[in-house]
Structures are given as C-alpha cells and as structure tokens.
C-alpha cells in the first residue's frame, strides 16, 4: 500500500526503519515520509505498538508530508521493528523525549515537533509530555486514560477487554519475535479468539488465566495492584498536568469507555490553567487554543470513524507548529461540530 500511494502522491520521499537511539542504547525505528525539497519543516510524530505501517493506512501523512511536514511513525520499545522489551506504557515517556528530541536533531526538522495519534499512541503523548521534551510544540492525545488505574480497573473492577487487547494485538508479535508456540499474526489471533472467546473472557480466576501467561506478564502484573498507589505513578497523568504548559486536544466520544477520563481531564485542565470556553453557535462549539489548554469533544454518534479522528488531530498538529499562526487570519483556531464528531474549520 505505501509504493503505491508514494507512487500516486511524488514529491515525497520515505525512509524505513530509521533507528533512533535511546539513552539506554536500545534502537527504536521509524518510517520517516517528508517533501523531496531542500529545506526544514516541522515534524509530525506517530508512537504505536501496532505496527508502524499502520500508520499509513490513510492518505492524509501523504497530504502532510507534500504540505511541508516530516512524518514520522515509529514502533515503540519491543514492538515489530524496534528493539528492546515491551512493558505497556511504563517505558513511554522516557522513549518518548528521547525519540522528540531526535526527531527534531534530524538534517530536515526544524525543531518542532507535534505528536498524534489514538488509543495507545494517544497515550503516549501524555507520557512523553510529562517529560518536558524542549522541542515537543503540541500533542494530541485522542481516546486514552488521565489515570491508567482507572483505566484498567474501570469503576473499581478489572475491565475484561484487556485480555482481548493482549491476546489479539500484542501477543502475535510477541511470539513472532520469541518463536513461543502459538497464533503469530493478526489472522491466526482472531480465529482461535471467535472459537474461545465465551470460554476465556468466563475464566476464574483471572489470575490463573493461562492464555496470555508466557506472552503478556504486564497483564497479571496489573492486575495484583487494584488499589490506587505508588505503583500506578508511571502513567498518572492527571497528577501532572500543571506540569504540561504545550497545546493539547483531547477528543473522544459517548461510545467510548475512556469517555468519563477525557471530561475529568477537560475540567481538572481547565481549573489547572484557569482557561475559559467560549460557546459559539448552537449547534457548535468554538474554543480559542492557548498554550495549556485541553480541548474536550464528545460526539452522540456511534459511526465515526477513527481515521477521521486521527485527521482532526493531525489538523491540529499543523495548526500548532506551523510557521506562521496569523496565516489564517480572521478565524477561529478551531470549530468542533457536536452533530460531526471531527475538528475542522483550521
């Protein structure tokens, strides 16, 4: 799918498995699309566990890049292409600064750089925010946790679709990597889930669950800490947001389980950074983005696509770090649309 885009798009040039050393000596590595032209431009970072290809399953990096932004989207730690061992989220900032900072060292960077993404690669910019990496501009972390406890244990209880979320998107690649027995790609996963799914997601107790116990040790780890507490610190975002003084858009929705994180992030930021909203027309929701400020969206419609999320936050981005803010003069920063459940109007 990539040749074939780069072949349609032209001007454009892409780099694969770009290492970047981290500061314990582990390489991660990136695919790196950016203009075929002289010059530097800001950079666009994707952080991801799920295959840094997927990344590219839309056009819209391909828009980016012929705009005048370096792309960049990389495997973390223990992931695909990259080195190392992956211990979920607990790795992420430190990988994180390191990785803004490279990407910003690069020949064709100018020294901004804006992350997105959704999910767990939303997550991880909050991680990586903590940090305070000096050339990180802006972050967009879509759909993701302020307290990963909470996360975890929604409600006090321990949320099922974990084991799934290992079983189907880590495992393979862990066992790929380790030659363990068992499902190794994403096609072999899901048919033995559809056969067991009923029987795993019933098994008591969940601490003697057997399926994830030599491919996901994280999963039982969390799982014997289902009190808040020190344990929990590595991914407690909401401890630290008067520490995060970059832009940030945080979008999320009614169908989605993270939905009351992301409201208790908007109004824990929002009295943090003493930022006000200005309510626009009826039907939409106008809000002026100021160094700081965590923008909240919910939408009522369970049919949007994910992909369309990502564009939004990848639209902000843009916003965010390019070379002249007063190009667009006249207009508001950023328009929600509460029937649409995408950002526009940049």
Known sequence: MIPLLLALAGNVILETDVPATMRDGVDLRADILRPDAPGR????????????????????SIRAARAGYVVVAQDVRGRY????????????GKDGFDTVEWVASLPYVNGKVGMAGLSYPGAVQWLAAMEKPPHLATITPLMCFSNARHFFFNGGAWDLSWI????????????ARSGLPGPKTDVEAEEL??????????????????????????????????????YWDFANVEARYGE?????????GHHCVPIAMVTHEYFIRCAVHKNSVRIGQPRRRTLDISPGLLIFFESPRKNINAVDMLRG????????????????????????SAGSGIAGGF
């Open 41 to 60: 431009f800001p950079a666009i970072l994707l952080r991801t566990p799920y295959g840094k290809a997927y990344e590219w399953r839309d056009s819209f």
């Open 81 to 92: 292409a990259s080195d190392g061992v992956f211990h979920p989220y607990h790795q992420e």
């Open 164 to 175: 799934s979320w290992f079983y189907l998107n880590i495992a393979p690649d862990v066992r």
């Open 193 to 230: 889930w559809g056969r067991h799914r009923e029987e795993w997601l019933s098994f008591l107790p969940l601490s003697e669950l057997p399926i994830l116990r030599d491919v996901a040790p994280t999963y039982y780890d969390w799982l014997a800490h289902p009190e808040d507490g020190p």
């Open 244 to 252: 995060i003084a970059i832009p940030a858009l945080a979008l999320s």
């Open 313 to 336: 936050g990848i639209d902000f981005v843009i916003l965010q770090i390019q070379k002249d803010p007063s190009a667009r003069p006249g207009r508001n920063p950023i328009q929600l």
